[in-house]
């Protein structure tokens, strides 16, 4: 199945932030089957507070495809947006987006918030869940390994 093979993508991304020190979420993009781009958080590297998985993802594939819209994009991400990837993902027109883990505190697409559902010129489609119980492992691991060191 496509969606899980670009999930096992991203999840990869999120390991390699949590390698990093970083909150383990990872993003692709994908299109036609093919992967376009792919990233992970990078805020403390990069000091940027824009430097979401999410965000650097849709940047590449707009380097790729030398277009801001996206249209016939899917993306990946191993956690469900917060309110400014999730504005992102919209502005850039993201045909479909699928999501691991629900975020409890910050979820844009239907947990705290769901930014789609507004009246904006492009609704993309959103799919939760996907291989959930994966995708929530890094960040539990991620904190429960901080406050062991706090």
Not at 15 to 29: F, L, S, Y
Not at 34 to 63: F, G, V, W, Y
Not at 72 to 86: G, L, Q, R, S, V
Not at 93 to 107: Q, T
């Amino acid at each position: 199945m496509k969606v899980e093979y670009f999930m096992r993508l991203a999840i990869r991304q999120a390991e390699i932030a949590m390698d990093k020190g970083e909150v383990p979420v990872g993003a692709v993009i994908s299109m036609d089957g093919k992967l376009i781009s792919a990233s992970h958080n990078m805020r403390c590297l990069q000091k940027r507070t824009s430097a979401h998985a999410e965000m650097l993802a849709i940047d590449s594939a707009c380097s790729v495809l030398n277009s801001w819209r996206l249209e016939e994009c899917n993306i990946y991400i191993t956690m469900e947006p917060c309110p400014m990837c999730a504005g992102a993902i919209i502005q850039a027109r993201i045909k479909n987006v699928y999501f691991g883990c629900y975020d409890k505190k910050s979820g844009a697409f239907g947990t705290v918030t769901d930014l789609s559902c507004f009246k904006w010129n492009h609704k993309p489609n959103i799919y939760g869940g996907i291989l959930e119980e994966e995708c929530s492992r890094l960040p539990k691991e991620f904190f429960k390994k901080i406050r062991k060191e706090e």
